[in-house]
């Protein structure tokens, strides 16, 4: 069964920057995607950025520039988000995706509050 942990998130003032982690177990399949979503209170749940295992990335237009996606090449199962330049609609509940054989799957979440 596939488990996603998801760390690294907290309270930060505008402009600092946050790295989030999330360790993914239970893939079975080498050619998967992995990423990250976020939910502020209110919305709909929408997407950050995602990376394949080809290390190809995607990124939501608004985040473009301030956040970088990346994989751990050793452990391909470990996806970064790091997040500089935080603004406070970047407040969220971020949750780590991940595909394995095309199949989705969620982490419980990490809060990012960006506040002054």
């Known amino acids: 069964q596939v488990q996603l942990v998801e760390s690294g998130g907290g309270l930060v003032q505008p402009g600092e920057s946050l790295r989030l982690s999330c360790a993914a177990s239970g893939i079975t399949f080498s050619r998967n995607s992995m990423g990250w979503y976020r939910q502020a209170p209110g919305k709909k749940r929408e997407l950050v950025a995602t990376?394949?295992?080809?290390?190809?990335?995607?990124y939501a237009d608004s985040v473009k520039g301030r956040f970088t996606i990346s994989r751990d090449n050793a452990k391909n199962t470990v996806v970064y988000l790091q997040m500089n330049n935080l603004q406070p609609e970047g407040t969220a509940l971020y949750f780590c995706?991940?595909?394995?054989?095309?199949?989705?799957?969620w982490g419980q979440g990490t809060q990012v509050t960006v506040s002054s």
């Open positions: 995706w991940a595909t394995d054989w095309s199949r989705p799957y």
């Open positions: 990376i394949t295992s080809d290390s190809s990335t995607n």
